[in-house]
Nanobody, 115 residues
Framework: QVQLVESGGGLVQPGESLKLACAAS????????MGWYRQAPGKERELVAI???????NYSDSVKGRFTISRDSAVKTVFLLMKSLKPEDTAVYYC?????????WGQGTQVTVSS
């Protein structure tokens, strides 16, 4: 049984920063990929950023240069540092982890960017 628990969401003003964290628990010692997706109201869930167990990271074009993903494999935690937040970043952010053909999702954390 694997559980992903997100933390760090909240309400911020445009231009501010926020850091999300996702801690994984369970029998998997090291995930292949860990990352973040988001879903805004009325829109499909989309990839934000993902990082492999080798440290290779990929970002959506909309967040490149503003968001940084990192992971601490020793404690099975992935982070998302979000800078220069925009109102269009408002969404529920979901943590994601993959091991072989198995995937897991967190329950989601709300990020709202509004003045």
């Amino acid at each position: 049984q694997v559980q992903l628990v997100e933390s760090g969401g909240g309400l911020v003003q445009p231009g501010e920063s926020l850091k999300l964290a996702c801690a994984a628990s369970g029998m998997i010692s090291s995930f292949y990929d860990m990352g973040w997706y988001r879903q805004a109201p009325g829109k499909e869930r989309e990839l934000v950023a993902i990082v492999s167990n080798g440290g290779s990271a990929n970002y959506s074009d909309s967040v490149k240069g503003r968001f940084t993903i990192s992971r601490d494999s020793a404690v099975k935690t992935v982070f998302l540092l979000m800078k220069s937040l925009k109102p269009e970043d408002t969404a529920v952010y979901y943590c994601y982890a993959r091991y072989s053909d198995f995937e897991w999702w967190g329950q989601g954390t709300q990020v709202t960017v509004s003045s």
